[in-house]
Nanobody
Framework: QVQLVESGGGLVQAGGSLRLSCAASGRTFSIYTMGWFRQAPGKEREFVAAISLSGGSTYYADSVKGRFTISTRYAKNTVYLQMNSLNSEDTAVYYC???????????????WGQGTQVTVSS
């Protein structure tokens, strides 16, 4: 089993930045891909970004490309999501996810965190 804990959410003004962190514990050696998803009120959960822990390849949703950056400190079992130029449409609960076998284009993950709220005020 893998446990994921997100942190770093909060309230930020439009145009500002936030960095989310996701700390993994448990059978972390089994993780192949980690990703971030988000869910806004009244909307379905959507993919944001993913990273391969083996080679560092990344994959982004078009809506965040150029503004968000996913990265990892593999030795610390932590994945980050640097979010810049935030706007009101980025307001959502952000979830970290991990999977032991699927690649960065997958939308299916075996493990999920509890989520952290990001609110962008205009």
């Amino acid at each position: 089993q893998v446990q994921l804990v997100e942190s770093g959410g909060g309230l930020v003004q439009a145009g500002g930045s936030l960095r989310l962190s996701c700390a993994a514990s448990g059978r972390t050696f089994s993780i192949y891909t980690m990703g971030w998803f988000r869910q806004a009120p009244g909307k379905e959960r959507e993919f944001v970004a993913a990273i391969s822990l083996s080679g560092g390849s990344t994959y982004y949703a078009d809506s965040v490309k150029g503004r968000f950056t996913i990265s990892t400190r593999y030795a610390k079992n932590t994945v980050y999501l640097q979010m810049n130029s935030l706007n009101s449409e980025d307001t959502a609960v952000y979830y970290c996810a991990a999977d032991p076998s699927r690649g960065i284009a997958t939308m299916k993950y075996d493990y999920w965190g509890q989520g952290t709220q990001v609110t962008v005020s205009s």
